[in-house]
């Protein structure tokens, strides 16, 4: 998004990384600056976000409006920059995770995404604003760019407010992911597979639903085809659910090296939506890479023995 030339007439004093200026706040026009000088490129070397705030007084909902980021930086373990932004409210005012889409290999990404908090207006005044910036990362753990935080205490969000934010380095370890703890165990004399799906962390709200009811699909792939299928059930409002089920398959030992389990994990459905949401999936097999792939060749190395990992679900 392109900058308006009158946004940057007046330039605010610079102020330390996550420090506000009371007095911007009177001003009707241009955005507040946090951490930054007005029309400067980012001094903290790690970009800067653009976001809109408002209040819904009909529906008592806070309205974190994310429209951009500049001159994003790649995360301390280097490599590509796939950012996307965690929008979160401090204290907590539900369980519900609100981020963006991935961007791939972008520093300068356009996200253009609403996220609505509900939470009074008098209660707000009491409430940080953190927006953490992550690098996704496909084969371990996402790492944390750094953030930007607002006290909403100072601000009265009557009126949408415009605000650029410096990115700061933060301390804070990296992010929980959504991951699913699975047993693979391969008897060769019955030639079967046996899945047990054992528990899942950190699973991601939908913003159409208040819980989350998970329950997983898991496929025989032979080849790269489906070729059998079984569930678990679901558990209700669970954002960690343990499962405990184990699913047979029967497997020739000469279809290991082209088989593979596919993990899907889903949102039972409600009346409101009418397909059951896809939370996220893996795949588990030998010509995979990573964890995927390393947990199927210890199973080949260990018949009869049951092997546990676990594995991202995206």
Known sequence: ???SADAFTTAPPASPLGAIQPDLYVKKNGPIFIGGIAGKSSSSGLGRLHFRLSYDFDKSDFIVHLIEAHDLAPSDQGGFTDPYVRVSLIPEVDSRKRQTSIHRSNQNPFFDQMFKFPVSH????FKTLVLQVFDYDRFSRNDIIGEVTMNLSDIDIANSIEVWGEVARTKKPKEDIQEVLISLSYLPSAERITVVLLKARNLFLSEAKESLDPFVKVYLQ????RVKKKKTASKKGSCNPVWNEALTFSLSS???PNAAIEVLIFDQANDLIGTNPLIGSCVIG???TGPERDHWIDMIH???KAVACWHTVR
């Open 254 to 256: 000469s279809n290991l």
């Open 1 to 3: 998004m392109q900058q």
């Open 122 to 125: 008098e209660e707000l005044h």
């Open 222 to 225: 032979v080849n790269g085809k």
């Open 302 to 304: 260990s018949p009869r």
């Open 286 to 288: 030998p010509k995979e």
